[in-house]
């Protein structure tokens, strides 16, 4: 039986009378990477930010790692890492400083941050870069270390939100097999993208049209059922359907 | 308790880090602190007179030459018309004119009466009326030392006269820049500290980077206090340098209690600072918070009464100062500095700027919270 | 930018705001001081002076303490600027010994008040003797007519309000200019326009102009209140006042402009921009403090701040309706300030491109 880690029913988010999210109900299971696709404006981030406890719901059900999103949105936010496309590290501090700080306030103890910090710089293989500020070191470093930094404190699921926007498809590739490894730790990993042939890799992925989940399954089950040869093709013939989009 | 570590440290580290920032925080004030007090001198002296004698008497002579010797005055211009002399008051080369009439001389002995005519540029009115004002009692003088030298002495004396006497507390020398610096330390204070903490917070704004802090289980007032205690420690580093220039460059020891300071400025700073956060929720780019700091700032600055008189504003002006929590410190700072005023003079300023603390914190807490 | 609204309305609201409200507030002029009276005398002379104090807008007679303890504690309390001490039997020293003495305690904390209240009170004093001398004839009186040039009401207004002009006008076209430059340069874009095929002065001054648009109108807004609501003259040449003030905003952008140059962050050019401006341009242009007072070198100094040459130039054409030959030097400062710092700028971002 596998363990739910995410679970919504009827999740529901109105700003006045626009429905951002409108009842939307799935589960994500454990060491599962879960894509979540969607054009911009879909309602991809403002569900992410639901389920990270950055904001409350309108209405329906949601549960984050045993953890009510509405009454303990605190708790929720120990057991979640969570990366953005806008940079989460900053950029004025070297890299060591960065990961004691997130260390430091996820509650770890020094000894629980050197032996981290050495491990993540040995994977990393940072040893010359610890000492520079982030905002020296290249795009693909940089999220590669927000990554590590994300899951520093062992959570038990992490968002990550465009996590590979504006680079190179050889750093993306990079990148993607950490999303393995951490998946591997037993970590959930729940990524929204736009590139679509990353949905490719993803073990369940779900697709968002005006606020609404239109299509879930594994990549395979999306392409038998819309009768298309690529991930590109599914989203494009749901994605016609659409009644908002970027503009 | 252990996370403020982390906090305190990443923001100690960032500050320290931009070398800019640090120049306009430490050094900014202390040159400011060391230069502008000397600016400040309402002090009238040196005042240009142009001077347009038509008699050309031994008693026109004798006058003007008494007027330079009072020390207040400087010749302008060389023998001018009046013409020539308003055009000096037009270029700014003279302040005022004194028009000597033709037959000053004959007129004043054999006549019993004369008339002297000044033209002042008015534009700064105090200054026209304080020099105006050394002008006629040289001319008084003047005029007593004629009479005392024509008429026989017992008439003259018999003359009732009233003298003012006058002596100048706590600043006897009346030296301008000991009322100022304590002044301009306070606006340095209030400009670093408000100032920097708006920017600071809404910097992470714009970068995003409190995006992936509201994601932590860092607690908002955790966040919010990282970003003020070392403003407020910066605050009281700045004010203890600004103490040892006044002692040591101006000589200024202050007369009253220095913990008083300390603790009214501690509060202070909780206000000030709570002035910033306030700032920083209502603005999304460091742009908007600047220009919105800027705006309130000028208005302390020059509302405060750091350089003009509360008391001579408009009634409607003087209420607006009551809300401005730098016209306290401003106020106490001169009362402890020059006065040595304890703390029961004090007690309500404190009260006061307390609780103008308690409800711009308060509010600005409210406002972060609704707006994230 | 001008799709901000709330940057926008700050910086329309701001200066209009400031110079409504400095405008009306600012004044040099010692009015409304609280004072204490001791008198010991309550005779006929004493009373008569203390109704002219009371008569004068100058002073607020708060109340009668007669120890001198009590003086020096409502000093403590800063309550009250000055005493005045009325010594027994006044009137009877004037009239049979024809001297009599007051003394005039003041809270010298603040010379300026100070002075200028123990003044007052002397003229007051002053004038009291006149009266009684109008009484016996006295000969050889030399009177002084008195003209005011330019104010004759001795305002604040006119004095302040140039001053609140330049400095408004100074830091916020400053700060616009100095803070929106660094922000391109912090995202990136103004490096694309500088490597575009047009030439890097004109990308520049591109970048200026909405902003010159904006000072324009700002000034026309600025103009307009201190006219009606301010009551300032303009004697001159409106239309040499409008071309000075934009010559003096176009100094001001590119005094922005040049320090967008050498910082990198908008908290820096901000910083810079405020923190190391507003002070000095308050102190060193002249309006709040007379500039002849300064040591030598602080004059010096003042010289390099535009807000003091801008407000040598606004009292000539508004308050003393000259022109343009009377102004040319301070003219060709302003056009010099902005001539350099347009061409140090342009060498600054060369080199960054370099």
Not at chain 1, 205 to 228: H, N, Q
Not at chain 2, 156 to 170: A, R
Request: hydrophobic share 50%; aromatic share 10%; net charge positive.
């Amino acid at each position: 039986m596998k363990e739910t880690v995410i679970k919504t029913e009827n999740l529901t988010k109105r700003f006045g009378d626009f429905v951002a999210v409108d009842a939307i109900s799935f589960e994500v299971y454990k060491g599962e990477i879960f894509g979540f696709l969607g054009a911009n404006g879909a309602g991809k981030t403002t569900a992410m930010r639901m389920l990270s406890g950055l904001s409350k719901p309108t209405s329906g059900k949601a549960i984050v790692a045993g953890l009510d999103v509405f009454t303990q949105p605190e708790e929720i936010k120990k057991n979640i890492g969570y990366m953005s496309q806008r940079f989460s590290l900053y950029e004025d501090l070297t890299v060591i400083e960065n990961i004691k700080f997130f260390g430091g306030i996820y509650g770890l103890s020094d000894k629980q941050i050197k032996q981290k910090s050495e491990e993540l710089i040995e994977q990393l293989q940072f040893q010359n870069e610890i000492k520079k500020l982030v905002h020296d070191i290249p795009l693909g470093w940089k999220q590669k270390l927000a990554l590590s930094v994300a899951i520093l404190h062992e959570p038990k699921v992490v968002f990550l939100d465009e996590p590979t926007g504006g680079v190179d498809p050889a750093t993306r590739k990079q990148f993607w097999e950490m999303i393995y490894q951490t998946a591997d730790k037993g970590i959930t990993v729940f990524v929204t993208t736009h590139y679509l042939d990353e949905a490719e890799y993803c073990n369940r992925i779900s697709i968002m049209v005006d606020g609404r989940i239109d299509a879930l399954g594994t990549p395979r089950e999306l392409k038998e059922k819309f009768s298309a040869t690529s991930m590109d093709e599914v989203f494009y013939k749901l994605a016609r359907g659409a009644k908002r989009s970027d503009n | 308790m252990r996370i403020m570590k982390f906090v305190l440290q990443k923001e100690f580290r960032q500050i320290f880090r931009d070398k800019t920032l640090l120049k306009m925080i430490f050094i900014m004030p202390i040159v400011q602190l060391l230069v502008l007090p000397m600016a400040a001198n309402f002090t009238v002296k040196n005042i240009n007179l142009s001077i347009v004698d038509h008699d050309h008497s031994s008693y026109s002579q004798k006058f003007i030459s008494k007027i330079f010797s009072s020390g207040y005055f400087k010749l302008a211009g060389d023998n001018p018309s009046f013409l020539e002399s308003y055009v000096l008051i037009e270029n700014d080369k003279a302040d005022i004119i004194l028009e000597i009439p033709e037959g000053f001389e004959r007129n004043l002995t054999r006549e019993n009466g004369q008339k002297l005519f000044i033209a002042v540029n008015a534009i700064n009115g105090v200054k026209a009326l304080v020099g105006s004002g050394y002008l006629n009692s040289i001319i008084m003088d003047y005029n007593n030392d004629i009479r005392s030298q024509l008429l026989q002495p017992t008439t003259f004396n018999l003359m009732p006269t009233i003298e003012v006497v006058s002596s100048n507390w706590f600043n006897p020398n009346l030296t301008y820049y000991i009322f100022m610096v304590p002044g301009i330390l306070v606006m340095l204070i209030t400009l670093v500290g408000g100032n920097m903490t708006a920017l600071n917070i809404v910097k992470e704004k714009e970068i995003g980077t409190i995006e992936q802090i509201n994601v932590t289980p860092l607690k908002k007032y955790q966040f919010l206090l990282g970003k003020l205690i070392p403003f407020w420690i910066i605050g009281m580093i700045i004010f203890s340098i600004g103490l040892m220039i006044a002692r040591f460059a101006y000589g200024i020891i202050p007369i009253g209690n220095i913990g008083l300071m300390y603790a009214f400025l501690a509060v202070y700073l909780f206000t000030i600072l709570g002035f910033g956060l306030l700032i920083s929720t209502y603005a999304e780019t460091q742009q908007q918070a600047q220009s919105l700091a800027f705006f309130f700032l000028m208005i302390f600055n020059l509302m405060g009464g750091l350089f003009t008189p509360i008391d001579s504003m408009p009634e409607w002006a003087q209420w607006i100062t009551r809300l401005i929590p730098i016209s306290y410190f401003i106020n106490v700072m001169r009362m402890v500095v020059l006065k040595g005023s304890a703390f029961s003079d004090i007690q309500y300023h404190l009260l006061i700027v307390f609780v103008m603390g308690i409800i711009l914190n308060g509010w600005a807490v409210i406002n972060y919270k609704k707006t994230s | 930018m001008f799709r901000d609204r709330k940057t926008l309305l700050l910086l329309f609201g701001m200066p209009i705001v400031q110079i409504l409200l400095f405008g009306f507030a600012l004044t040099n002029e010692i009015k409304n001081s609280k004072i204490v009276i001791a008198d010991f005398a309550k005779d006929i002379a004493s009373q008569e002076i203390i109704g002219k104090i009371e008569a004068s807008k100058n002073f607020n007679i708060e109340k009668s303490i007669l120890s001198s303890q009590e003086i020096e504690a409502a000093f403590k309390k800063g309550e009250i600027k000055i005493a005045i001490v009325f010594p027994n039997n006044f009137n009877y020293d004037l009239r049979h010994s024809n001297k009599a003495q007051i003394q005039v305690i003041a809270d010298a904390s603040d010379p300026n008040t100070a002075t200028t209240l123990t003044n007052y009170i002397t003229s007051i004093v002053n004038d009291y003797q006149q009266d009684i001398w109008k009484t016996s004839k006295v000969p050889y009186r030399i009177m002084p007519e008195l003209r005011m040039l330019y104010n004759p009401d001795l305002k604040g207004a006119p004095n302040f309000v140039p001053g609140v002009m330049a400095m408004v006008l100074l830091l916020v076209c400053v700060m616009m200019t100095s803070i929106s430059i660094v922000r391109e340069k912090e995202l990136g874009t103004m490096e694309v326009l500088l490597v575009s095929p047009f030439k890097p002065f004109l990308v520049i001054v591109s970048k200026m102009i909405p902003y010159l648009f904006i000072s324009l109108l700002n000034l026309v807004i600025i103009l307009v209140l201190s006219v009606f609501l301010l009551e300032m003259p303009i004697r001159g040449s409106l239309i040499l006042l409008v071309a000075e003030s934009t010559l003096f905003i176009i100094t001001a952008l590119s005094l922005g402009l040049f320090i967008s140059t050498v910082t990198d962050t908008q908290q820096a050019a901000m910083s810079i921009s405020m923190l190391g401006m507003m002070l000095p341009t308050i102190l060193l242009g002249g309006y709040m403090f007379p500039i002849e007072n300064m040591p030598i070198a602080l004059q010096v100094v003042s010289n390099i701040v535009p807000a003091k040459w801008f407000y040598i130039i606004v009292k000539a054409i508004m308050l003393k309706g000259l022109g343009f030959s009377y102004i040319w030097k301070e003219t060709l400062v302003l056009a010099g300030m902005a001539m350099l710092f347009l061409l140090i700028s342009l060498r600054n971002f060369k080199i960054r491109l370099a």
